[in-house]
């Protein structure tokens, strides 16, 4: 970015532009990933009927952290006696590790998956044959299981880049973070018609929302 000061740079997952630094052109952008983890935490919760949720995390670091830890606690908040097993397989992009993390959910109880990254096919394919039901984030995934995914964290960054290009056009390169949340619109939650979702566990969900929106819950521990 310091050597090239007229051509506008974005980075993430983060929010440090570094302007500090003396940098000028950069953009942040962040999702708020623990938000729509913290809903789809109390779908789980409320849906589970083992009380055993299985969680495939990739690498313990950025949304994919923050999303894991949302969805963690509003299990916990929701249904405390609840039993919760994480595994991060430490690749963005292994397929098989993920497959693999999910098998070993599966087979100690869990009738709920969900997790994060683009390997995520593979636990929402174990999902599929094991008839269990999965969360996802970052896009909608019901076309990779119509009748396994019940709902999705889906991140719409068209309004912060339509920004980013509107102030580099008027000359500002960086100096600004973006953040997605359930608030500004950018985190929506999409669930699939497909998956019967119980009254009980939508209205928890929409509260959830509310009370994120609100401040009344912290989506993190």
Same mark, same amino acid.
């Given at each position: 970015?310091? @050597? =090239?000061?007229?051509?506008?740079?974005?980075?993430?997952?983060?929010?440090?532009?570094?302007?500090?630094?003396?940098?000028?052109?950069? =953009?942040?952008?962040?999702?708020? $990933?623990?938000?729509?983890?913290? !809903?789809?935490?109390?779908? $789980?919760?409320? /849906?589970?009927?083992?009380?055993?949720?299985?969680?495939?995390?990739? !690498?313990?670091?950025?949304?994919?952290?923050?999303?894991?830890?949302?969805?963690?606690?509003?299990? /916990?908040?929701?249904?405390? +006696?609840? #039993?919760?097993?994480?595994?991060?397989?430490?690749? =963005?992009?292994? &397929?098989?590790? /993920?497959?693999?993390?999910?098998?070993?959910?599966?087979?100690?109880?869990?009738?709920?998956?969900?997790?994060?990254?683009?390997?995520?096919?593979?636990?929402?394919?174990?999902?599929?044959?094991?008839?269990?039901?999965?969360?996802?984030?970052?896009?909608?995934?019901?076309?990779?299981?119509? +009748?396994?995914?019940?709902?999705?964290?889906?991140?719409?960054?068209?309004?912060?880049? #339509?920004?980013?290009?509107?102030?580099?056009?008027?000359?500002?390169?960086?100096?600004?973070? =973006?953040?997605?949340?359930?608030?500004?619109?950018?985190?929506?939650? &999409?669930?699939?018609?497909?998956?019967?979702?119980?009254?009980?566990?939508?209205?928890?969900?929409?509260?959830? %929302?509310?009370?994120? %929106? @609100?401040?009344?819950?912290?989506?993190?521990?």
């Amino acid at each position: 970015a310091k @050597d =090239f000061p007229n051509t506008a740079f974005a980075w993430g997952t983060a929010t440090d532009t570094f302007a500090a630094a003396g940098v000028k052109n950069v =953009f942040a952008y962040n999702p708020r $990933a623990q938000e729509g983890g913290y !809903v789809l935490g109390v779908l $789980a919760a409320k /849906m589970s009927k083992s009380g055993v949720i299985g969680v495939c995390g990739p !690498v313990e670091a950025g949304d994919a952290k923050t999303y894991v830890d949302g969805f963690k606690k509003g299990v /916990m908040d929701t249904k405390k +006696d609840a #039993k919760i097993n994480v595994t991060y397989t430490g690749s =963005f992009s292994d &397929v098989s590790l /993920m497959a693999a993390a999910a098998e070993t959910h599966t087979k100690a109880g869990a009738d709920i998956l969900t997790g994060s990254s683009q390997s995520v096919v593979g636990a929402i394919g174990v999902a599929k044959d094991k008839k269990a039901i999965w969360f996802g984030t970052q896009a909608n995934q019901t076309s990779l299981a119509p +009748d396994t995914v019940g709902a999705s964290q889906v991140y719409d960054w068209t309004g912060v880049i #339509k920004e980013m290009l509107d102030l580099s056009a008027k000359g500002t390169k960086g100096g600004k973070a =973006f953040e997605l949340s359930l608030q500004s619109g950018g985190l929506k939650i &999409v669930y699939n018609d497909k998956v019967s979702i119980p009254a009980d566990a939508k209205a928890a969900a929409d509260a959830a %929302i509310k009370g994120i %929106i @609100d401040g009344t819950i912290k989506p993190l521990p």
